[in-house]
């Protein structure tokens, strides 16, 4: 299916939307846990949410892609412009494999290129996910993090040698 869609940074008016598609997105999925919705929140109203864009079709949002920070163990590792973390991602369930996630998490790499970013960790689908660059990582994984879904995007630096970790709001 093919359709046309534009990326715009988040406004307020789109949060409960944001949410809705959210939790409509993940409910059927096994891995969910349920509160990837609430999630997104969390960072926002804590000063965690680095990047927040929605896909829009006319009025309409129909995905969303969350980035927030991450934290090498060794603090030392910290060059550039940080480590972030990618998700929650969702697209709404009746548009989905229509090239809207894919455009949302390349907009969002891109982003993290102008910032300098060191690299971009995510838990996720590692077909999917490999697309994009990310490679399993299971001796950077933290004990937190499930070991086979764990990836890594090296961007500013490319020889990434420290466990990194999630945003601690991820485990609250
Ligand atoms: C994952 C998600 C954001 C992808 O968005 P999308 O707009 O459907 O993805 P795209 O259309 O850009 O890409 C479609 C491709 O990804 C693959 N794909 C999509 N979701 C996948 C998944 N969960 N696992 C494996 N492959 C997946 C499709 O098979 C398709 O592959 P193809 O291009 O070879 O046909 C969307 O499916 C979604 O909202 N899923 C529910 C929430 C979720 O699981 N989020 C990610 C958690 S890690």
Not at 91 to 99: K, N
Not at 118 to 125: F, H, Q, R
Request: charged share 20%.
């Amino acid at each position: 299916m093919t359709v046309k869609f534009t990326i715009r940074p988040e406004q307020a008016c789109d949060y409960e939307v944001i949410y809705d598609i959210t939790k409509r997105a993940f409910a059927p999925m096994p891995y969910a846990g349920g509160n990837e919705q609430d999630l997104i929140n969390l960072l926002r109203n804590n000063d965690a949410l680095e990047i927040s864009l929605v896909a829009q079709i006319g009025s309409d949002i129909v995905g969303h892609i969350a980035f927030s920070k991450a934290f090498p163990e060794n603090e030392s590792a910290n060059v550039n412009g940080g480590y972030y973390a990618l998700g929650p991602i969702a697209v709404d369930p009746e548009l989905q494999r229509s090239g809207i996630g894919s455009a949302l998490i390349y907009e969002g790499i891109d982003i993290l290129r102008q910032r300098e970013a060191a690299g971009c960790i995510l838990v996720g689908n590692i077909d999917y996910y490999q697309r994009f660059g990310f490679k399993t990582a299971p001796h950077l994984c933290p004990k937190s993090e499930p070991k086979d879904h764990y990836m890594i995007l090296p961007l500013a630096v490319k020889n990434i040698d420290t466990i990194i970790g999630f945003h601690p709001l991820f485990h609250s």
